[in-house]
Nanobody
């Protein structure tokens, strides 16, 4: 069983930056593809970005491509999301997820964190 815990969320002004972390326990994350999802009030959960087992492949949603960077450190069992040039529409709860398949689909991820709130003020 994999447990995931996110941190690093908060309140930031538009144009600012935040760095989210996702720490895994219970099992090495080296065996899993990882992803960040987000969900804003009244909206469905959407993929922000995904990263393959060794980090060689990365996918970003068009809305964040060029502003967000996903990375992982398998030695530290941690994944990161560097978010730059934040916009009010980035406001959401951000969750990390782990799965056996490198995918953009929610259903391909089996393990989820509780999420961390990101609020971007205009």
């Amino acid at each position: 069983q994999v447990q995931l815990v996110e941190s690093g969320g908060g309140l930031v002004q538009a144009g600012g930056s935040l760095r989210l972390s996702c720490v895994g326990s219970g099992h090495t994350l080296r065996n899993y593809a990882l992803a960040w999802f987000r969900q804003a009030p009244g909206k469905s959960r959407e993929l922000v970005g995904a990263i393959s087992w060794l980090g060689g492949d990365r996918y970003y949603a068009p809305s964040v491509n060029g502003r967000f960077t996903i990375s992982r450190n398998n030695t530290e069992n941690t994944m990161y999301l560097q978010m730059n040039s934040l916009k009010p529409e980035d406001t959401a709860v951000y969750c990390c997820a782990a799965g056996s398949r490198y995918s953009s689909r929610v259903n391909d991820y089996n393990y989820w964190g509780q999420g961390t709130q990101v609020t971007v003020s205009s």
